[in-house]
Nanobody, 125 residues
Framework: QLQASGGGLVQAGGSLRLSCAASGRTFSSYVMGWFRQAPGKEREFVAAVDWDGRDTYYADSVRGRFAISRDNAKNTLSLQMNSLESEDTAVYSC????????????????????WGQGTLVTVSS
């Protein structure tokens, strides 16, 4: 089970930190990622991190503002979001990829097989 938390209401320019806790099994051998879905839009890739935390991947719209990380010992995934913009308003979901980044495209939604429930981030302008 994946449980995302940390969402909320923040003013533009502010920061939030999202967390995703995994329970029941370990995902330390797989890519993990964050996706988001804004009202009326399709779900889109935000960021991903490879199994050992060394390689990270970002959507162009968040690169330089967001930072993804993982702690395999604690079975957790995080997303630090800075300089938030109204366009970042969405439901953010964490997910587990089918394999390590060497074998899949971490930016593709269909490469993820296990999804947690989302957490809502609202950025007011």
């Amino acid at each position: 089970q994946l449980q995302a938390s940390g969402g909320g209401l923040v003013q533009a320019g502010g920061s939030l930190r999202l967390s995703c806790a995994a329970s029941g099994r370990t995902f330390s051998s797989y890519v993990m990622g964050w996706f988001r879905q804004a009202p009326g839009k399709e779900r889109e890739f935000v960021a991903a991190v490879d199994w050992d935390g060394r390689d990270t991947y970002y959507a162009d719209s968040v690169r330089g503002r967001f930072a993804i990380s993982r702690d395999n010992a604690k079975n957790t995934l995080s997303l630090q979001m800075n300089s938030l913009e109204s366009e970042d308003t969405a439901v953010y979901s964490c997910a587990v990829g089918r394999a390590r980044a060497a074998f899949i495209d971490p930016r593709r939604e269909d490469e993820y097989y296990y999804w947690g429930q989302g957490t809502l981030v609202t950025v007011s302008s």
